[in-house]
């Protein structure tokens, strides 16, 4: 599976943003999904994921304001982001497995397959 994300860009606080995750493969179906985002001098931290049974984790962070959604016939997973802010500033990665399971969905060592990552600034 090869991932290609794109949509980012900059947008003032309180703004929104989709995100896109476009995979190629046809075992794409049954991998399970998500986004983790690396802030400036910080380490890669989880955001959310979509698993093949459709379930879907955020971080608490996140919660209420990102949604993560997939389209199977576009082979693409995509991450709405409202009320955004400027701790959401990070380049976004996605990535995709086949063996996540709900104890490691949150570890980046679960994802075999990651995509480049899209720049998102929050800032005024």
């Known amino acids: 599976v090869q991932l290609q994300a794109s949509g980012g860009g900059s947008v003032q606080p309180g703004g929104s943003l989709t995100i896109s995750c476009a995979a190629s493969?046809?075992?794409?179906?049954?991998?399970?999904v998500a986004w983790f985002r690396q802030p400036p001098e910080k380490e890669r931290e989880f955001v959310s994921a979509?698993?093949?049974?459709?379930?879907?984790y955020y971080a608490d962070s996140v919660k209420g304001r990102f949604t993560v959604s997939r389209d199977n016939a576009k082979n693409t997973v995509y991450l709405q982001m409202n009320s955004l802010k400027p701790e959401d500033t990070a380049v976004y990665f996605c990535a995709a497995s086949d063996r996540v399971i709900l104890s490691n969905l949150r570890n980046p060592d679960a994802y075999d397959n990651w995509g480049q990552g899209t720049q998102v600034t929050v800032s005024s």
């Open positions: 493969g046809r075992t794409f179906s049954r991998n399970s």
């Open positions: 979509r698993r093949r049974d459709g379930n879907k």
